[in-house]
């Protein structure tokens, strides 16, 4: 296929490489939020609460804090814990770990990290399913969650869990929330902050290079994160090259029309075959 030669070609000639990653890289290696795997593990709370996948089930109003945290603690552990990187992870580590690379993602599950991506280069930008937070906050800074969720998990009965696990600030005692982007109480702690410094200054040093953006999977819910961003910067550096990949609808503005590369494919499959 020409497109593959042709991005094979350019990953090749960059001097540098900026992932953007979205919902879709995550899909595309198994971690769906619907279907049969959402009937496998919350077939419970759908018979009786009605929602038919696991992100709508994040806004469901659950009638107490130990309904809430049964499901919260399943979403996290099946999605963070209970998981093994998908094959993708590791194809779009072998593409990008001769070159220098960086990668900013949506995501909040932690795959990047379980493939062996270096964490110096990683900028998650919404968050992680295993860090809890005030919800408040009165003050910010996050906590790791696993032992806690992990005793949810184990304890729950009737998609409840004992009292004594709901968690509670250290602090000022208020409940804890997930350390989820959804509205202003998002906490941006010390690592977000250095995350974020690392990402800029690598933009920084590359800027007038050739580089080369990759978005896998990013849909429309938060373009100004990576999109919108990825597709200004190429219009300010004629030596820059545009490739998105993406199952559903991929485009570019007319700006970038000559730098840029889309194609409508499963990611893991259009990975392998760059790798190959």
Known sequence: MKKIENIKSKIEDADAVIVGAGAGLSTSAGLTYSGERFKKYFGDFE???GFHDMYSGGFYPFPSSEIFWAYWSRYIYYNRYDQSPGK????LLKIVSKKDYFVITTNVDHQFQLAKFDK????????????????VPCHQKTYDNENTVRAMVAHQKNMTIPTELIPHCPLCGEPMNM???????FVEDAGWHIAQSNYNKFI????????????????WNTPI???????????????????????EETKYPDEIKKQSICINADIGKVLTQICS
């Open 204 to 219: 920084q040093k590359n800027q007038n290079k050739s580089i080369l953006f990759l978005e896998l999977g990013v849909g």
């Open 179 to 185: 350390n989820l982007r959804s509205d202003h109480t």
């Open 225 to 247: 994160i990576i999109k919108y961003p990825f597709w200004k910067m190429t219009a300010n550096n004629p030596y820059a090259t545009y490739v998105c990949i993406n199952l």
């Open 47 to 49: 018979k009786k609460y």
């Open 88 to 91: 993708p992870f590791f194809e």
């Open 120 to 135: 110096n280069r990683l900028f998650y930008t919404q968050g992680d399913y295993g860090l809890w937070q005030c919800s």
